[in-house]
DNA sequence: CGATCTATCTATAATCG
DNA sequence: TCGATTATAGATAGATC
């Protein structure tokens, strides 16, 4: 639209892509609030600038803020609340699923490096043995002999710091089919800020 | 655009909302994508018709099903476990503030209720002295003397079943100014499903 | 329902202040 | 960085199949 065709793909001049962008994004925002006006459609649009910054549109945005809660009654929120358990359960049984296989993976390569450790000491007194050198042994920081586990325990409130890392990719861009699981996870951020 | 200027209302017509709902989500998901590749955005775009069937347009969409979590890495799961842990106290929170406040809100009504069947019992006592005809007492339903709770606990696994009810509104459909708080409720449900 | 076809209406790229 | 302006590309209402 304007003057000159558009070629999809990124406006590599930062001047005419930040202008190009604060014109799209007005013009994306109204067509949201359009569609969801005339064909009474339930819209939700959300668009970060590549600076970080947000802009959004939203039908009815019942926020999770104090203020949108106080309207919601309790069925509502036991809903809510049953959601959230869900999805928490599935996200900390990922999580130790990870921890799990990760632990068992390193019990493997200490496994494997203590054997080539052990062979390495070996031969080494071999050779001490014809010459006149002494090596001293090296001494990896030990763990307790651990049983392996058969459930990690949930690591409740063992989270670090946010890290607002690594969420872009290049080129994966497209039009996604329609499915009800889709979300994307970096949205879940923005429940609590 | 097209043969006729738009009037910003809902189309009565059934038929022609629907097909203008069809042309214009083709067009708003377009228009996401665009604005994604040409100014280097991250866009989630979620749209549901009149009868709930979602589309959906998301610039990376690492999803919550079994397959992409497989994805996420430690600390992006703990970082989510985090933020619904904080979100869970908060629905938590604010549900049983409700319960409390209802309960309180029933007992004054119940003390009110007494007194008055107090006073009309008393009232009809009198009358009765006066009159042969006997009216029998009113027996409610008696609570145990219940004490007042400082604090309601939280009802973990009382939700009842799903009911996705209620969350259309009419006439409360306008652009919302940038939050970063901002986030629809109905959205959470697509978490789990 | 979709797809196609215009006539029109809108959005916006390029430009200027 | 912002608003206006304007020429055009693009979107789409209504109609037909």
Redesign the interface.
């Known amino acids: 639209m304007g003057r000159g065709r ?1 070629q ?4 590599e001049n930062k001047i005419s ?2 202008v ?2 604060s014109k ?2 007005t ?24 600076k970080g ?14 203020e949108d ?1 106080e309207q ?17 359960k ?3 049984t ?2 130790n699923q ?2 799990h296989e ?1 632990i068992s993976e390193l019990h493997k390569k200490e496994r494997a490096l203590q054997e080539r450790n052990n062979s390495l000491s070996k031969k080494l007194k071999e050779n001490e043995k014809t010459s006149e050198q002494q090596i001293p042994m090296l001494h990896l920081p030990q763990h307790p002999p651990q049983p392996y586990p058969c459930s990690v325990p949930s ?2 409130n ?3 710091p ?2 607002g890392a690594a ?3 290049e080129e ?5 089919p ?16």
């Open positions: 558009v999809l793909k990124r406006i892509r930040q190009t962008f799209r994004r013009g994306l925002l109204k067509k949201a609030h359009e569609i969801s006006v005339l064909c009474d459609a339930d819209v939700a649009l959300i668009v970060f600038s590549t910054k947000l802009f959004e549109y939203a039908t009815h945005s019942r926020h999770y803020d104090g809660l919601l009654n309790l069925r509502e929120l036991q809903n809510v609340e049953q959601q959230l358990e869900t999805a928490l599935r996200i900390r990922k999580k990870l921890m990760s690591f409740a063992t989270s670090g946010f890290i969420m872009r990719e994966s861009v497209q039009v996604q329609v499915s009800t699981t889709m979300m994307p996870l970096w949205m879940i951020r923005h429940i609590n800020q």
